[in-house]
């Protein structure tokens, strides 16, 4: 049981380069999230998906986009990279909402220069 | 809004030290609260949780109390191990908006040496 996985594990890019950030996880789970951690901070919610088809914007959403295919993928799409977008992003999923606990994982570091 | 504040890290203890992380929350309503664990290279893992005043939340050897009064829920183990060496994450759900959103704290390091 791989749980969740993340690829790539890290990343440069140049500044308006674009790139996707997979996410896969194996538990079929409905609930599926993105977060961005910034040195020093803590997480923050980019986007969430309740099931196939349906996301919603958290916290931070701007720069990115997300889509919700099938149960098991929520890739995160990252347009015209910015020098704010270098950070520690993790996926995230959990059965039932995030009443329940959130399964993450090992996170994708990326660097914007 | 809600927010979280942890205590600043790293915090350095000797083996069978005792460990206290000290979180506190504002919110607007009563929200559950987290622990969340990361160790090296790995992903945050649930440590434990409480989802309402004066509940106790434990694994591992480590126990937090819901204080609605004093708006904490500090992290305590009584001997730490090497093994617990990691980022400790405290959280609270907000449960605003239609899913809801966990609140994470800037994250504590402990490193615990033999």
């Known amino acids: 049981n791989a749980g969740v996985t993340q690829t790539p594990k890290f990343r440069i890019l140049k500044i308006g380069q674009s790139m996707t950030l997979q996410c896969t996880q194996d538990?079929?789970?409905?609930?599926m999230y993105w977060y961005r951690q910034d040195p020093g901070m803590g997480l923050k919610l980019i986007y969430y998906s309740v099931g196939a088809g349906i996301t919603d914007k958290g916290e931070v959403p701007n720069g990115y986009n997300v889509s919700r295919s099938t149960t098991e993928d929520f890739p995160l799409r990252l347009e015209l990279a910015a020098p704010s977008q270098t950070s520690v992003y993790f996926c995230?999923?959990?059965?039932?909402?995030?009443?329940?606990?959130?399964?993450f994982g090992p996170g994708t570091r990326l660097t914007v220069l | 809004g809600d927010s979280v504040t942890q205590m600043e890290g790293p915090v350095t203890l000797s083996e069978e030290a005792f460990l206290t992380i000290n979180c506190t929350y504002t919110a607007t309503g009563y929200p559950s609260l987290f622990w969340y664990v990361q160790y090296p290279g790995e992903g945050l893992q649930l440590l434990l949780k409480a989802t309402k005043a004066d509940d106790k939340g434990s694994n591992k050897g480590f126990e937090a109390t819901y204080r609605k009064e004093t708006t904490s829920f500090h992290l305590e183990k009584g001997s730490v191990q090497v093994s617990d060496s990691a980022v400790y994450f405290c959280?609270?759900?907000?449960?605003?908006?239609?899913?809801?959103?966990?609140?994470f704290g800037k994250g504590t390091k402990l490193s615990v040496k033999p």
């Open positions: 995230a999923s959990s059965s039932d909402g995030p009443y329940n606990e959130q399964f």
């Open positions: 959280a609270l759900l907000d449960y605003g908006g239609s899913q809801g959103n966990l609140i």
């Open positions: 538990m079929n789970h409905n609930y």
